[in-house]
Each structure stands twice: as structure tokens, then as C-alpha cells.
């Protein structure tokens, strides 16, 4: 099996190069002489040099964190996900009707009829068998360990529903490698293998690892409760239908996607109501054919590639950081329309080395707090196929200018400007209160910044470590990015 970075390093990578790694600069006040420019919209007051350098030029991460991420109402219609969960999925407690010693089995152990099983101690080359059709099974892990080489630890091979529960402070580890043998027809691809419904709950923790997927489920899969370390050559944990997160606390290191939701119908989708997932992986950190949404998870991402692809995202609250070698969120599917993305609510925090936004249908902002880091000139800090409406939130994001549309739909405040600069960012209003910041080590050409707080004939400084400016709001959508730029 191959040798894989540790996912808690990989989020303290994340944390480190999101916006709370740099420290503010101290403020002092100078007279320096100063030029003022002024255009038929919008008076702008570029500060020279010599002043620029001993001015206030950022904020602290503490300041920032002050700054609330108001919920706005989403311009799309949401679907309803207030059912996703049932009281079964979520319950902790059971009733044991099956003790099942592993060091007492060999080759398998079948699960034939209904009803709750506990498996605890060790074995190698062993595997757990659900074969009751349209019934309904409960699988305890009690400080349970197997080890196998090509046959998966846990295969449902036919139920209603499954539940893989672990008990209360134990730890439980289910390893293959290698290739897994397939049973007749059907592909084994994965540690956990489950052809029907499969939930996780608990009050343990779990370590899944493999060589191909870590889990599989050719229905819906849950998380529903306790902690789940998934180490994969292949996908993290791969659904046909659907991927639904709550209360629970998940950390994946993938070789390929670390959620995978995809199904031949094109309506599979990734669904976090609350919880901490914490993704490490080489392709998409989540992928989903249909929608991405986010209710209320905090989520980590540190990708290779894309942090999030799907056809639809919906960002309606938590907290979701990325870090990614290509675009930070992508809203993509070239076999399905009304593609976007759509920030609700939340704090949203991206790092991209591709587009910091990149949807291939509209782009909608209606609240959260949004920041984000482009750090490649050939790609662009925002970019869409359709176009772009805001009407509450924060944004805050530097980068490229390259194909970077002017925005003419906000209702609120909103400037584009070229400053070309690398280092600390933040916005403030005459009395010196932040309305949004940026921390980072990166240059850029341009930024982009639109707040509730940006009002009509306002004053506002933009400050970097080595320029600022100030502008009076004569008009709500300022740019004064360089026309041939400007991709309309």
C-alpha cells in the first residue's frame, strides 16, 4: 500500500496557507505627500510610495474574525433536505442478538437473517457477508481488526438497509490490499462494499484502508455519528446516489476523489448538514454529477486538483477551506444545464492555483463571507459562463485579471481594481473599521471586493503592504480594470 501524508498534517498545511497565517503590520501615521486621480464615476487617492510602506496596511486574523458571515436568501430555488436523516440513522444504542469472536472465524462470517451483530478481536483474510434480502442489519464494531489481502472486510451483498455502528471508545480497523476479487459479476472495489444502503454511525472511531476505494455504496451512504479515517489509493468513499454528512467527524486521504457521488440518472449528490470532514486527494476533494451542499459542515480541503466539481453548489452556512492545485469550486457537467454556484451563507476561504470560481452556468451571491487567493496569471479569480449576481455577502478575493468579467448586476457595493501587489489586503471604511481582509504570501494583478458595507459616496481605503488607496463609492459597481482586459 502506498505511503500516505498524514490528513491531520495536510489540514495544518491548509490552515497555514488560508488567511490566518500572516500577521498584521504595526500602523503609524505619516505626512507624506499624497496624489489624488479622480474619473467621472469615482474619486481615487493613490498614496505614494514612502507613505504606503509605514501605514496601516492590514488587519490581525483576530480583527477579522469579527467580521459576521450574514445568511442571505438564496436567488435559486433549494431542494429540501430537512428529512435526510432518519431517528434510526442517528441512534447510538442497541440491543445485541449476535457475539461474534473474528479469531474464531474462518475465511467468512454470513449474516443470513435480521437483526444487530457484534464483532470484536482480530483476523486476517476474513469477511463479513449481509445477505438478507430487504431486511434491515446492525453491525457493531467492537475493537474489531481485519486484515485482509484482495477480499474485502465488509460485503452486503444484498439487505434493505445496513448500519456499521462503532461502540463507544473503541477503535476499529478494516484493511485490504491489493486487488479485491470480485464476487461473479459484481466489481469488489472497495474495503466496505455495500450494494444496497450503508450508514455509519457510533460513538467510536473506524480506520478504513485500501488499495482500491475505501468504500463503496451502489445506493445512498451516511455518516451519521463518531470519527471515520479513510486511507485510499483509489476514491475516499464512492456512492452511486448520494453522500450525506451529519455529526460526525471524517478524515480522508485519497489517491483519487475523496467523496465520489455519481450515478447514470446524473442526480447524485454530496450533502454535509453539520460535522468536520477533512479531505486530502489527488483529484477532486468532492465530485459530485448533481450538487454539492453544504448546510452547516466545516470542511477542509487540501487537492491536487479542483476542491469541489459538481453542477450545482450550494454553500448555505459552515465553514469550507481549500486549498487547490487547479479551480477552487467548479460548477460543471457537460451533460446537464442550469449549472451554478451559490453562496447563501457560511465563511468560504479558497486557496487556487486554477480559478478561484469557476461556473459554467451563473454565479449567485447572496451572503457569507467569501475570500479568495488565485495565484496563477493564466487563470481567473472569478469566472463564469453566465453571469454573476450579488445582491448581500462579503467577498473579498485578489489574483488575476486575466478573462475577468466586469460586474454590473450587485445591488451593493462593489470594486475592481488593479493593484498590483502581493502580500497582506483589507478593505476599511473612513473610521478605520474592517470590512474584509485577505492574508497572504501571493502577488496579484487585481482585486475584487463587494460588501453591504460598501455604500454610495463612502470612503474606503484598500491597503496592501506596500500601497493604498482610497476611494469615494460615486458609483456602486467601481472597475477600473484595464478595458482590453475585460473579457464582457
Excluded at 26 to 35: M, N
Excluded at 58 to 64: C, L, N
Excluded at 435 to 443: H, K, N, P, Q, R
Excluded at 473 to 485: F, S
Amino acid at each position: 500500500m502506498k505511503k500516505k501524508l498524514l490528513t491531520v498534517a495536510l489540514s495544518a498545511l491548509l490552515l497555514a496557507s488560508c488567511s490566518d497565517s500572516v500577521t498584521s503590520l504595526a500602523s503609524t501615521e505619516t505626512s507624506s505627500e499624497t496624489t489624488t486621480e479622480t474619473t467621472s464615476e469615482t474619486t481615487v487617492e493613490t498614496t505614494s510610495e514612502e507613505e504606503s510602506e509605514s501605514s496601516s496596511a492590514v488587519a490581525t486574523s483576530d480583527e477579522d474574525d469579527l467580521i459576521d458571515a450574514i445568511d442571505g436568501t438564496s436567488l435559486v430555488e433549494l431542494n429540501d433536505y430537512s428529512d435526510e436523516f432518519k431517528s434510526a440513522e442517528l441512534e447510538t444504542t442497541y440491543e445485541v442478538d449476535t457475539t461474534v469472536d473474528l479469531s474464531t472465524v474462518t475465511d467468512s462470517y454470513t449474516i443470513s437473517v435480521a437483526g444487530t451483530f457484534l464483532f470484536t478481536g482480530s483476523a486476517t483474510n476474513v469477511q463479513i457477508i449481509v445477505n438478507v434480502d430487504g431486511e434491515k442489519v446492525h453491525v457493531i464494531l467492537d475493537d474489531a481488526t481485519i486484515t485482509n489481502q484482495n477480499i474485502a472486510c465488509i460485503y452486503v451483498k444484498a439487505a434493505d438497509k445496513v448500519y456499521v455502528t462503532t461502540a463507544d471508545g473503541t477503535t476499529n480497523t478494516l484493511t485490504s490490499t491489493g486487488e479485491i476479487a470480485d464476487d461473479e459479476d459484481e466489481d469488489l472495489n472497495a474495503t466496505i462494499y455495500s450494494k444496497d444502503d450503508l450508514v455509519i454511525n457510533g460513538l467510536g472511531t473506524l480506520n478504513v484502508n485500501s488499495e482500491e476505494n475505501g468504500i463503496t455504496a451502489n445506493d445512498d451512504f451516511k455518516v451519521t455519528g463518531g470519527t471515520l479515517y479513510v486511507t485510499a489509493d483509489n476514491h475516499g468513499i464512492r456512492a452511486n446516489d448520494s453522500i450525506r454528512i451529519t455529526l460526525s467527524t471524517l478524515y480522508i486521504d485519497a489517491g483519487k476523489d475523496g467523496l465520489h457521488a455519481e450515478n447514470d440518472d446524473l442526480d447524485s449528490y454530496v450533502y454535509v448538514e453539520d460535522g468536520t470532514v477533512y479531505i486530502a486527494s489527488v483529484d477532486q476533494a468532492i465530485q459530485a454529477s448533481y450538487e454539492f451542499y453544504n448546510a452547516g459542515g466545516t470542511i477542509y480541503i487540501v487537492s491536487q486538483d479542483e476542491g469541489i466539481k459538481a453542477a450545482q453548489i450550494n454553500l448555505i452556512g459552515g465553514e469550507l477551506n481549500i486549498v487547490a492545485g487547479d479551480d477552487g469550486l467548479n460548477a460543471s457537467n457537460k451533460e446537464l444545464e442550469n449549472l451554478f454556484i451559490n453562496i447563501v451563507g457560511g465563511k468560504l476561504d479558497i486557496f487556487a492555483e486554477g480559478d478561484g470560481i469557476d461556473s459554467n452556468g451563473a454565479v449567485y451571491i447572496s451572503g457569507g463571507y467569501t475570500k479568495i487567493v488565485q495565484a496563477n496569471e493564466s487563470k481567473s479569480l472569478l469566472n463564469y459562463d453566465g453571469t454573476m449576481t450579488i445582491t448581500g455577502g462579503t467577498l473579498i478575493g485578489v489574483g488575476s485579471k486575466d478573462d475577468f468579467k466586469s460586474n454590473e448586476s450587485a445591488v451593493q457595493g462593489t470594486i475592481q481594481t488593479e493593484i498590483n501587489s502581493s502580500g497582506d489586503i483589507a478593505v476599511r471604511d473612513a473610521d478605520g473599521t474592517l470590512i474584509a481582509s485577505v492574508f497572504t504570501d501571493e502577488s496579484y494583478q487585481m482585486v475584487f471586493v463587494t460588501s453591504p458595507e460598501l455604500l454610495l459616496d463612502g470612503t474606503y481605503t484598500i491597503a496592501t503592504e506596500s500601497t493604498s488607496e482610497e476611494f469615494v463609492l460615486t458609483d456602486l459597481n467601481y472597475n477600473d480594470v484595464t478595458a482590453d482586459e475585460v473579457v464582457e
